[in-house]
């Protein structure tokens, strides 16, 4: 049985990815595990430099990458209180490669994410992020289902 010294959590600021994310930092509290919340910013590999002359292409890089700081920010804000033992990151790419990746890197023993983000689509099990993350993964990864209100 692993302690989870480590738990990756993958946000995209979704009220399912909140929900998710309440779930590893009370794991988190319970294990006294590290705990590495993860922000991807989704990006348009292919529109690099095709439809957007690059100069521009990279004012609206930095500007994204300037806003998501701000979102985890506000983010780690309202939802980390009287827990210290966390990093948060935010790195480009594709969500479920990062997820992957990030979680290898750091070591992590456990992934936590929502069953669905920001694209909402209820009537699907898992969402395209999920789902490629527990197809994928060699690690444990805890999928959570936010139960809307009926
Ligand atoms: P999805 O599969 O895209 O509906 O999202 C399912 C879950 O994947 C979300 O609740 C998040 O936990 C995670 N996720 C999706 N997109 C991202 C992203 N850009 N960065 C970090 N986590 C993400």
């Not at 002359?53 to 890089?61: G, R």
């Not at 309202?78 to 750091?106: C, N, R, W």
Request: aromatic share 8%; hydrophobic share 40%; proline share 3%.
């Amino acid at each position: 049985m692993k302690n989870f010294a480590t738990i990756l959590v993958a946000v995209d600021f979704s009220d399912s990815s909140d929900n998710a994310f309440q779930m590893a930092l009370s794991m988190a509290e319970k294990f006294g595990s590290h705990l590495v919340v993860l922000h991807v910013i989704n990006e348009p590999i292919d529109l690099r430099g095709f439809y957007v002359p690059h100069i521009s292409y990279e004012k609206l890089e930095e500007e994204i990458a300037e806003g998501a700081e701000k979102m985890m920010e506000s983010f780690s804000r309202q939802h980390i209180v009287g827990f210290s033992d966390y990093e948060t990151m935010i790195v480009p790419g594709l969500p479920h490669e990062q997820i992957l990746q990030q979680a290898e890197d750091k070591g992590a023993e456990l992934i936590v994410m929502g069953t669905h983000g920001r694209s909402g689509l209820d009537h699907v099990l898992f969402g395209s992020t999920a789902e490629k993350v527990v197809r994928k993964s060699k690690l444990p990864v805890l999928t959570v289902r936010l139960e809307e209100d009926a």
